[in-house]
């Protein structure tokens, strides 16, 4: 397979993290063009990964493009009346990261015969630790599904859903997902700096018991539920701290996630697929 040239439309957060990813994954600068309105930050993944920056005009594409949108949500409308042209006469593989927005959305955008993914990456892409949910519509084929799958794959593990609806769920726990996890890093920091520890090794030990226990978790068989048990003594003190968690925690998660999930709901419906 020819290697598939990777157009981002957006150069913020997600683009960098997948960038960086994709560069250490071993894909060329050149094969990488990133186009955005201002030069700041296109203009900085040129300088620290030697992508292609170009403005947000849309471009004639090279056959075999994988065209990611990696702009706001509410901006696709505007910014796909551009790209619908170019991106037809390529047949290019369209692949949203946008939160929320459906791919009959993005189809009534580009018209239905463009083959559109809908991806749900995580900034931990970064450094090819990330977890993408993926979403194919009935007109990508399973080439192109594979050259998805190798792009994502690439810069982490890759989870494809066949209900679109659950990309809200997925949006939800991993796109979000690591913002949740570092005000839980922030939240116990904080908390033992309160008990008199040192900000620093507050900070070092909070990291290293996440980092740590989500390691082991990942190379043992046993359940989550099963490797706590394994720290819990009973009268002891990880008994005394869970019973202050297990107040709050499980419905605290049930509500953020069915927040985030809806808001991705909300999203959509904000946007304006009509004139
Ligand atoms: N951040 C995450 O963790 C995450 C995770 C999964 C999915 N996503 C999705 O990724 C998308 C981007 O999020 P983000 O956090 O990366 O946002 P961001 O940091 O604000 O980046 C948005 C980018 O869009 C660019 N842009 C604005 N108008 C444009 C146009 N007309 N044509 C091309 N590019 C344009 C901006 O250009 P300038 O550089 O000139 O300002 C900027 O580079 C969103 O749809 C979001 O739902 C984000």
């Known amino acids: 397979m020819t290697e598939p040239q990777i157009v981002f439309i957006g150069a913020g957060n997600m683009a960098r993290a997948l960038i960086s990813g994709m560069r250490q994954q071993g894909i060329a600068g050149p094969n990488i063009q990133v186009h955005a309105p201002s030069n700041l930050h296109r203009g900085a993944l040129a300088e620290e990964f030697g992508v292609r920056s170009c403005p947000a005009q849309a471009e004639k594409l090279p ?47 580009l018209g239905e015969e463009t083959p559109v993914v809908r991806a749900m990456p995580n900034t931990p892409a970064q450094i090819g630790a990330g977890a993408t949910s993926l979403f194919a519509t009935a007109t990508v084929s399973a080439n192109q599904c594979d050259t998805v799958q190798q792009i994502f794959a690439g810069v982490g593990k890759v989870f494809w859903l066949h209900d679109e609806a659950l990309m809200d769920t997925a949006t939800a726990l991993a796109g979000s997902g690591p913002a949740y996890v570092l005000l839980f890093l922030e939240a116990l920091e904080d908390a033992a700096v309160l008990q008199g520890l040192d900000r620093v090794t507050a900070r070092a030990l909070a990291l290293q018991t996440v980092l740590g226990t989500a390691q082991m978790a990942a190379a043992n068989s046993a359940s989550p539920s099963e490797l706590r048990h394994q720290v819990t003594s009973p009268g002891g003190t990880t008994a005394a701290g869970l019973a202050v968690w297990e107040e709050q925690l499980r419905p605290l998660a049930q509500r953020a996630l069915a927040a985030a999930a809806e808001r991705g709901r909300i999203l959509s419906q904000l946007l304006k697929t009509t004139a």
């Open 63 to 109: 056959e075999n493009s994988v065209v990611i949108y990696a702009a706001k949500p509410k901006q696709m409308p505007a910014v796909l009346k551009e790209w619908r042209d170019s991106l037809r006469s390529a047949s290019a593989l369209f692949v949203s990261v946008a939160a929320g927005i459906s791919s009959a959305q993005i189809t009534t955008l």
